[in-house]
């Protein structure tokens, strides 16, 4: 079936330094959201994009999506112990169709 | 406003053992989904819902059956436990497809099947 290829799989940082995950997918996607999931916790809605080669940010984190609607990335910028989690990105295709997630790791 | 709500929040099944887990949602959601997450994975989808008295099949239903008579409330039920059903179960809603389908999630329940 459709997939979206999310990587990578893990990233290990030291604190203060940056963080990048990308979703991959060989359609077009009608729209692309990404999850937040602290260790423990329930995936939580971060953002929405929708349109080709729309950026947005929250504070330190930026989302774009791709020119032909084919990826996305979230980039974290200065990383701080509490962005420690699992990020998720997901397109709507009647379901929402889920990447692997990638897991933010800060070293200690 | 809740939000999602779950219940349990933790269980403990013997093999063969039956059960309900009951989510219930306060935001008005047409949509709603069962999901389950195992150690270390992503989400996989058991069943859905596009509303009252509809229920459809996900990516893994094999061994679950649920029921939606209620708008708020999506059960999830499992006839006869598996070990291979220890997992955490997250509920989820939406208002609907497409562009309205930002999913919110309950706390999730936490089952192990022995």
């Not at chain 1, 971060?46 to 791709?66: A, D, M, Y």
């Not at chain 2, 819902?49 to 459809?56: F, H, K, L, Q």
């Not at chain 2, 409330?73 to 309205?100: D, H, K, M, R, W």
């Amino acid at each position: 079936g459709q997939q979206v290829m999310q990587i990578p799989q893990y990233q290990h940082v030291q604190e203060g330094e940056d963080f990048t995950t990308y979703c991959n997918s060989s359609t077009t996607l009608s729209n692309i959201q990404w999850y937040k999931q602290r260790p423990g916790g329930h995936p939580v809605f971060l953002i929405q994009l929708v349109k080709s080669g729309e950026v947005k940010k929250q504070k330190r984190l930026t989302f774009q999506f791709g020119e032909a609607k084919k990826n996305s990335s979230l980039h974290i910028t200065a990383t701080q112990t509490t962005d420690v989690g699992t990020y998720f990105c997901a397109y709507s295709n009647y379901q929402l169709i889920w990447g692997a997630g990638t897991k933010l790791i800060i070293k200690p | 406003n809740a939000g999602v709500t779950q219940t349990p929040k933790f269980r403990v099944l013997k093999t063969g053992q039956s059960m309900t887990l009951l989510c219930a949602q306060d935001m008005n959601h047409e949509y709603m989904y069962w999901y389950r997450q195992d150690p270390g994975m992503g989400l996989r989808l058991i069943h859905y819902s596009v509303g009252e008295g509809t229920t459809a099949k996900g990516e893994v239903p094999d061994g679950y059956n649920v029921s939606r008579l209620k708008k708020q409330n999506f059960l999830l039920g499992l006839e006869s436990a598996a070990p291979s059903q220890t997992s955490v179960y997250f509920c989820a809603s939406s208002i609907g497809t497409g562009v309205q389908e930002t999913q919110y999630f309950g706390p999730g329940t936490r089952l192990l099947v022995l």
